[in-house]
């Protein structure tokens, strides 16, 4: 079974910043990733999908990158609205993974 | 604008088997281009997908769950449904429905339901 880690589990920032987060694959994944972002209370909305792929109407400061095993999440400025819980998810293995989420706090 | 609505009970005995339902309104499941599935979340688990479906009944499934998962669809209703057999507290969760992207299988999940809260206790 495909594990994904991300990193940091939590990240506290303030508005402006330059935000990374890292999900890592314990083995390859055909670059089949995607990123979500979850607020409290709500479900979780797809920001990203096949590593870089801007979903409709996502704001361009949302990025994704990587290749292999290793990705990255980065929000160029961090925004007011920006704060909440970020999950990679693998689609290449029929367990069809999370990872375990990064909480972005103020 | 798509919707969708998990509905069921929100409290099941163990042992017995978890139901619910997802209505889905401004868009017909039979439209061919997207599959649909339930995925869940839990503090213990965080978020597992649970299995999809396409609207001919074509079926994939976690295999950690394979085993107690039941998917089917109801075109006339433009429904979908999960059964869960022989629940455990472990599956006390939200359980959400949602759609897959068009043209991407079982890939990522852009259009959610609420969630709906199970809890499994006696």
């Known amino acids: 079974d495909v594990q994904m880690t991300q990193s940091p589990s939590t990240l506290s920032a303030s508005v402006g910043d330059r935000v990374t987060i890292t999900c890592r694959a314990s083995?390859?994944?055909?670059?089949?990733l995607a990123w979500y972002q979850q607020k409290i209370g709500e479900a979780p909305k797809l920001l990203i999908n096949?590593?870089?792929a801007l979903e409709s109407g996502v704001p361009s400061r949302f990025s994704g990158s990587g290749s292999g095993t290793d990705f990255t999440l980065t929000i160029s400025s961090l925004q007011p609205d920006d704060f909440a819980t970020y999950y990679c998810?693998?689609?290449?293995?029929?367990?069809?993974?999370f990872g375990q989420g990064t909480n972005v706090e103020v | 604008q798509l919707q969708l609505q998990e509905s069921g009970p929100g409290l099941v005995k163990p042992s017995e088997t978890l139901s619910l339902t997802c209505t889905v309104s401004?868009?017909?499941?039979?439209?061919?281009?997207?599959?649909w599935g339930w995925v869940r979340q839990s503090p213990g688990r965080g978020l597992e997908w649970i299995g999809s479906?396409?609207?001919?009944?074509?079926?994939f499934r976690n295999p950690s769950l394979q085993g107690r998962v039941t998917l089917s669809v109801d075109t006339a209703k433009n429904q979908v449904s999960l059964k869960l057999s022989s629940v455990t507290a472990a599956d006390t969760a939200v359980y959400y429905c949602?759609?897959?992207?068009?043209?991407?299988?079982?890939?990522?999940?852009?259009?959610w339901g609420r969630g709906t809260l199970v809890t499994v206790s006696s």
């Open positions: 949602a759609r897959h992207i068009a043209g991407g299988g079982t890939g990522p999940l852009n259009y």
């Open positions: 401004g868009g017909s499941i039979s439209s061919g281009s997207h599959y």
């Open positions: 479906i396409y609207y001919t009944g074509i079926t």
């Open positions: 083995q390859s994944i055909n670059n089949l």
């Open positions: 096949k590593v870089s």
């Open positions: 998810q693998q689609y290449n293995t029929f367990s069809r993974t």
